[in-house]
């Protein structure tokens, strides 16, 4: 509805829409990441980012022609220096990335990350129906 990612623009059609200060709004949307305790006033929940994988695929996947039951999923890793480290994974369209689940550690984190690759699709299975087409990629 928007047509912008931009923190202002969303806060203003919110605030539009809900009938509350401009700058409250900008404050809740500033906020919407931060953990319980960091957030100002009462009655303030985190959010469970994993709870939002699914229904993110749902929505992208609702954008697609009826006719096309085929999904390109991606796998990639991503190093931010050496502070921390990306898993994603992210439907493929139109030349173009959308990140629908991620995990995100520190760079000096050990382990196997074949268990985190599984968990984040598992997450997304139940979105996409049994008579589509998935089709995954990922570097090595």
Request: charged residues 20%.
């Given at each position: 509805?928007?047509?912008?990612?931009?923190?202002?623009?969303?806060?203003?059609?919110?605030?539009?829409?809900?009938?509350?200060?401009?700058?409250?709004?900008?404050?809740?949307?500033?906020?919407f990441t931060y953990e319980a305790e960091g957030?100002?006033?009462?009655?303030?929940?985190?959010?469970?980012?994993?709870?939002?994988?699914?229904?993110?695929?749902?929505?992208?996947?609702?954008?697609?022609?009826?006719?096309?039951?085929?999904?390109?999923?991606?796998?990639?890793?991503?190093?931010?220096?050496?502070?921390?480290?990306?898993?994603?994974?992210?439907?493929?369209?139109?030349?173009?990335?959308?990140?629908?689940?991620?995990?995100?550690?520190?760079?000096?984190?050990?382990?196997?990350?074949?268990?985190?690759?599984?968990?984040?699709?598992?997450?997304?299975?139940?979105?996409?129906?049994?008579?589509?087409?998935?089709?995954?990629?990922?570097?090595?």
């Amino acid at each position: 509805m928007v047509r912008h990612c931009g923190q202002s623009q969303i806060a203003t059609f919110l605030t539009g829409l809900m009938g509350c200060k401009f700058g409250t709004m900008k404050q809740r949307l500033r906020e919407f990441t931060y953990e319980a305790e960091g957030k100002r006033g009462q009655k303030r929940q985190a959010v469970d980012v994993k709870s939002c994988f699914a229904p993110l695929l749902g929505w992208v996947l609702s954008k697609f022609r009826a006719n096309n039951k085929q999904v390109v999923l991606a796998m990639d890793a991503t190093y931010l220096k050496d502070r921390f480290v990306i898993l994603a994974v992210s439907v493929v369209v139109a030349n173009c990335a959308i990140p629908v689940a991620w995990h995100i550690q520190t760079g000096a984190q050990k382990g196997k990350w074949n268990l985190i690759w599984v968990a984040l699709l598992k997450q997304l299975q139940p979105v996409i129906a049994a008579n589509w087409t998935v089709f995954v990629l990922t570097d090595n």
